[in-house]
């Protein structure tokens, strides 16, 4: 069974920081691409940042660019999502997701991911 567990989040002040986690099991995504959404209450799930099975390649949203930054360990079979400069706007659930096949590379479409954790919350407060 595959499993994605996030943990990490909490409520934190604006301008803080705080750092996702994200373990998979029941499947080795090691040699797929891996990602982070967040949904808002009252709003769509949408795209945060995604990252290639070999880490080398990244994308992120516009709205989070330069102060967020996602990584992975294969080895330990883990996604990170470290946010800094956090702001009011970021209060979301926090979910990673992880396609079926292969090719999906950094996609920002949430339709190309199949695997979903079950969230963490994050409350930034201004």
């Known amino acids: 069974q595959v499993q994605l567990v996030e943990s990490g989040g909490g409520l934190v002040q604006a301008g803080g920081s705080l750092r996702l986690s994200c373990a998979t099991s029941?499947?080795?995504?090691?040699?797929?691409?891996l990602g982070w959404f967040r949904q808002a209450p009252g709003k769509e799930r949408e795209f945060v940042a995604a990252i290639s099975w070999i880490g080398g390649n990244t994308h992120y949203a516009e709205s989070v660019k330069g102060r967020f930054t996602i990584s992975r360990d294969n080895a330990d079979n883990a996604l990170y999502l470290q946010m800094n400069s956090l702001k009011p706007e970021d209060t979301a659930v926090y979910y990673c997701?992880?396609?079926?096949?292969?090719?999906?590379?950094?996609?920002?479409?949430?339709?190309?991911?199949?695997?979903w954790g079950q969230g963490t919350q994050v409350t930034v407060s201004s």
């Open positions: 029941g499947r080795t995504f090691s040699t797929y691409a």
């Open positions: 997701a992880g396609p079926r096949r292969r090719g999906v590379h950094t996609s920002s479409n949430p339709s190309d991911y199949d695997y």
